[in-house]
């Protein structure tokens, strides 16, 4: 088989595919209306429906009805290609469910179910406690991250597309006091105790320690988390910040684990504070500011805790404002100058400046005079410009002129004019007769 050839029956293969277009659940079956697609066929190409790898369903015909069993895998294929049909659709298959645990399910372990299914269109999942209607998790894991005894229970998954809805089997979760191992339940970590030391206060570049602590007998080993963060962010009973940013800002935990059991804390949430950022000024509305319009300063800053802003003019003790936005209902020529933005919280303060000149209505009527008597100007010399190009393009004509009728002149001599008394009159017979063309009688 040639190369070309092979190429075009992998890239046919590699294109088809089965659409379903909808499904209807009728009693135990499904009835779905599919289609079968090719980038790389038209969508007038004849297609072989095939059941199961095997069975010949249907031919000459993108679409196809089909009522699904449990067992159907359907596909199909171009005519012409029939070896190399598309990937099948089918319904999901009975969903497998694992656990996911670091030892025997005692209070305050973690734990994790997993729910998997086989189907095409890709199965979605959803989680259940039986006797209790409302879902769990509507992904493919329902994690317990500190089990209690009330997690005890059945559990199942669903798996589901849009040919059928599949229940796994039902697995049963035990979650066992700690007293019912060989140590006593006073042995077990208590819930950890979180507590915050800081020169400061927790202030944007200052040291801030967060302590886990617990009673345990075997000694607990700690690890702190951020909330959302996969990967821990210290396996030590602190957490330093030497110099916390406010992206360490956020909800944190920790875990006290022994060989009896795994306790999380409550989360403590750290707010780190700062100065207000430099401002940012601006204008509404923006460009040249005419006397008699609206004109609104605005001045914003990120800062934790929320920032208070002031406005003042330099030069004017009397023009001071306390808020962000600072509006001039009717503007007038007076109000230009240089305005300061202050942002300021407890934790510090920051200053920013714009400077604005209001265009008097009189003023802007002359700017626009003298706009339209400079355009005429540059209009009038570029006319000039024209002109004396022109003329000087007819000067080069009449130049050429005499030069060729020279030329005629020298081109017309006889060898027999051999003095210039000869020459003279040929020349002055030439230019009358030329008169006489160029003015007949």
């Known amino acids: 088989m040639s190369q070309p050839l092979v190429e075009l029956i992998s890239s046919v293969a590699e294109a088809l595919e089965v659409q379903v ?33 095997r069975d010949l369903l249907a031919e000459a015909s993108s679409s196809f009805m089909y009522t699904f069993s449990e067992t159907d895998h359907i596909s199909c294929a171009a005519t012409g290609y029939e070896k190399f049909p598309s990937p099948s659709v089918y319904m ?17 372990s973690s734990i994790t179910l997993t729910c998997t299914s086989d189907a095409n269109p890709a199965a979605t999942y959803t989680w259940y406690k039986k006797n209790i209607p409302s879902p769990l998790s509507k992904d493919s894991q329902l994690v317990f991250r500190s089990t209690q005894s009330s ?49 400061d206060g927790v202030v944007e570049g200052s040291s801030v320690t967060l302590n886990c602590s617990t009673d345990a007998n075997p000694a607990a080993n700690y690890t702190w988390y951020k909330d959302h963060e996969l990967h821990p962010r210290s396996n030590d009973s602190q957490l330093v910040f030497k110099s916390v940013q406010s992206s360490d800002s956020g909800k944190y935990f920790c875990t006290a684990e022994n060989v ?60 001071q404002y306390s808020r962000q936005n600072f509006t001039f209902p009717n503007i007038g020529p007076h109000h230009g100058g240089l305005y300061y933005c202050e942002a300021h919280n407890r934790r510090g303060s920051h200053k920013s400046a714009i400077h604005f000149t209001v ?9 626009n005079f003298t706009k ?27 130049q050429t002129e005499s030069e060729e009728h020279e030329e005629n002149i020298q081109v017309g001599l006889d060898p027999d004019y051999d003095n210039i008394s000869a020459l003279r009159a040929f020349i002055a017979s030439q230019e009358e007769a030329k008169e006489k063309q160029n003015n007949p009688m």
Not at 169 to 191: G, H
């Open 21 to 53: 277009i909808r499904s209807e659940r009728r009693q135990n079956q499904t009835g779905t209306e599919m289609k079968c697609k090719s980038g790389c066929l038209p969508d007038q190409h004849p297609y072989i429906w095939i059941k199961n790898g």
């Open 92 to 108: 999901p298959k009975l969903p497998n469910v694992s656990l996911a645990s670091s030892g025997e399910i005692v209070e305050g």
């Open 151 to 199: 997690d005890s229970g059945e559990y199942y998954c669903t798996a589901k597309n849009v040919l059928k809805i599949t229940s796994s089997k039902v697995i049963f979760i035990d979650v066992k006091f700690a007293k019912m191992l060989l140590f006593s339940l006073s042995d077990a970590p208590r819930i950890p105790i979180i507590s915050v030391h800081s020169s």
């Open 260 to 319: 009896l059991k795994k306790m999380a804390s409550k989360e403590i949430i750290v707010d780190v504070e700062y100065a207000p950022r430099l401002p940012l000024v601006s204008l509404t509305p923006s460009g040249e500011i005419m006397e008699g319009i609206s004109l609104t300063l605005t001045c914003s800053s990120d800062a934790n805790p929320a920032a208070n802003y002031s406005w003042f003019k330099e030069n004017d003790e009397s023009a």
């Open 359 to 367: 265009v008097a209505r009189t003023t802007f009527k002359i700017m």
């Open 372 to 398: 339209l008597a400079v355009v005429f100007l540059l209009l009038l010399i570029l006319l000039f410009v024209l002109s004396l190009q022109k003329r000087k393009k007819k000067t080069v004509v009449l």
